[in-house]
């Protein structure tokens, strides 16, 4: 079976051809760094990570671009909030920082770059100025506007008709524009006032329109436009027509029917193959958001549930639905990672036993382990299903389980086989740390605190504080730590 993917552009399921046969171009609509990443913007990270993975299983090589918004009204907004920073380009940096520790928490694969608007604003300008020569886009008060009239594909993503698409934009750019529907390529001048207060998360001190950036243009100082923003990098670093476009469903309009009329006016060419928008994450009733606050960051749902349950629980549900975020839902994530992890552990340790034998064949185990890989490969060829890619690799686990618990001698090659299924298809594809959760970086970091209570410990001994000496030394006992004295000092082992 090849791969299908559902087409937002056409509406239908469609087999993946991409323009060449070995090499897939994904771009991804980043994120807009004006506030720490919550479990809404990593579901979109993590589905676009598992697309990226599986190609790569297939054979592609992938080349995966996802950009930065730096230059935003919302960024400005947060300019002396917090310590964030006094300038535009510092509080960008440091929201930055934050995301890509996360990416990193998430055991994302990286992109081949992230390109950052405030470094593309002479690709945005030239980009500008084509769809200026080329007569879709008209000048007002040195501001520059797309003419949504002039691109007679305008709405085919979103399935709208220009006469029933409202304004775009604010209010203010109306007496500018030649038709409510047409949107910024180019803003004059500095960021409105209005868009700094609509964004304040509290009352620091008062920010103006002169903290944000600007930059030289033809058409005098100003700004980019939000969405010229992503066909400028997506143009620059892949091609003028890209395999895969992935982003959030609540992008399809404006951003990316913008994306694709000024994209293909400026070359003439489709901008992207397949449109694939990953269905939004809900918590109590509503879609996650900063704005709702009803989020949960990145960096403390990791501290709470760890890498491997955050990413068992988006592989629950495929890319195109909504998902639910609640404590069952997690809690289940939960359970279901405890017993992938539990049956990698009981496979690793009876390949490893004696009791694992060359000549001993299940034959029902090992057809449990072609049907996981063929499941497994079909589900992940069926749009991406993740769902019924996780349930394949659960059924391997019952296998394992039953295999290790009725048998006194164990079939070798079929443990090995599910030893290698686990890392290949929960490991590669999902991202899922199997035999990495007592790694040699928690056993060095154990032995580093261990050393340090030590020390603790031998200064109150040379004080004379003996009796704290004695509690530190029971407290690391109950922690499964044997202290040993001697002359040369003391020495520890983990029981």
């Given amino acids: ?15 993946f051809e991409p323009r060449n046969d070995d090499e897939v171009l994904l771009y991804v609509c980043g994120l807009t760094v004006s506030d720490d990443a919550h479990l809404g913007h990593a579901r979109l ?11 790569e299983h297939e054979g592609y090589d992938v080349r995966h671009v996802e950009n930065f918004t730096d230059v935003n009204e919302k960024i400005v907004a947060r300019i002396g909030e917090d310590d964030l920073g006094e300038s535009e380009p510092e509080v960008a940096e440091y929201f930055t920082s934050h995301v890509i520790r996360d990416m990193r928490g998430l055991n994302l694969k990286r992109a081949e770059v992230y390109p950052r608007v405030s470094e593309h604003v002479p690709e945005i300008v030239d980009l500008v100025e084509t769809l200026l020569d080329r007569g879709y886009a008209y000048e007002s008060n040195g501001s520059v506007y797309f003419d949504v009239t002039a691109f007679d594909d305008y709405g085919k993503l979103s399935n709208q008709r220009l ?8 209010d203010e750019e109306r007496s500018e524009k030649r038709n409510p529907a047409d949107f910024a390529l180019w803003k004059a001048g500095a960021v409105d006032p209005e868009d700094i207060a609509e964004h304040r998360h509290s009352d620091p001190p008062e920010v103006d329109e002169s903290c944000g950036q600007t930059w030289e243009s033809p058409w005098g100082e100003g700004r980019p436009g939000w969405h010229v923003e992503c066909s400028a990098m997506s143009m620059t670093h892949l ?3 890209i395999d895969i476009h992935v982003g959030g469903r609540d992008l399809v309009f404006p951003h990316h029917e913008n994306e694709i009329a000024q994209s293909e006016a400026a070359t003439g060419q489709q901008f992207a193959r397949y449109w694939l928008h990953v269905g939004l994450l809900q918590t109590a009733g509503d879609k996650m958001s900063s704005s709702l606050g009803n989020f949960l960051t990145v960096d403390d749902a990791l ?12 592989c629950s549900t495929g890319y195109r639905s909504e998902q639910t975020f609640g404590e069952d839902e997690m809690r289940e994530a939960e359970e279901r990672w405890e017993r992938l992890e ?8 009876a390949c490893d036993s004696t009791d694992a034998y060359a000549k001993v064949d299940d034959g029902a185990f090992r057809e449990t382990l072609s049907e996981t890989r063929e499941s497994f490969r079909e589900a992940m060829n069926d749009d991406f299903n993740v769902r019924e890619a996780m349930a394949a690799l659960l059924e391997l686990a019952t296998a394992v389980n039953r295999h290790v618990d009725r048998e006194e001698k164990y079939d070798f090659w ?8 686990f890392e290949e298809l929960g490991g590669d ?5 199997f035999g990495e959760s007592e790694g040699e970086g928690t056993v060095t970091l154990a032995e580093e605190l261990v050393e340090l209570v030590l020390e603790v410990r031998e200064a109150e001994r040379e004080a004379g504080n003996y009796e704290r000496a004695d509690d530190l030394r029971d407290d690391l006992a109950a922690l499964g730590v044997e202290v040993q004295d001697s002359d040369d000092g003391p020495s520890f082992r983990f029981e």
Wanted: charged share 25%; no cysteine; aromatic share 10%.
């Fill in 1 to 15: 079976m090849t791969l299908s993917v559902t087409n937002t552009l056409t509406g239908e399921r469609e087999a």
């Fill in 45 to 55: 990270w993590a589905q676009a990570d598992v697309m990226h993975r599986w190609l």
């Fill in 163 to 170: 006469d029933e698409i409202e304004s775009q934009g604010a």
């Fill in 239 to 241: 091609d003028d027509t």
């Fill in 303 to 314: 501290a709470e549930y760890g890498v491997d349950v955050v990413r068992t629980f988006y």
């Fill in 342 to 349: 539990r049956a990698y552990e009981a496979a690793v340790d």
């Fill in 414 to 421: 079929a443990l090995r086989e599910a030893v290698e299924a």
């Fill in 429 to 433: 594809v999902f991202g899922l740390s």
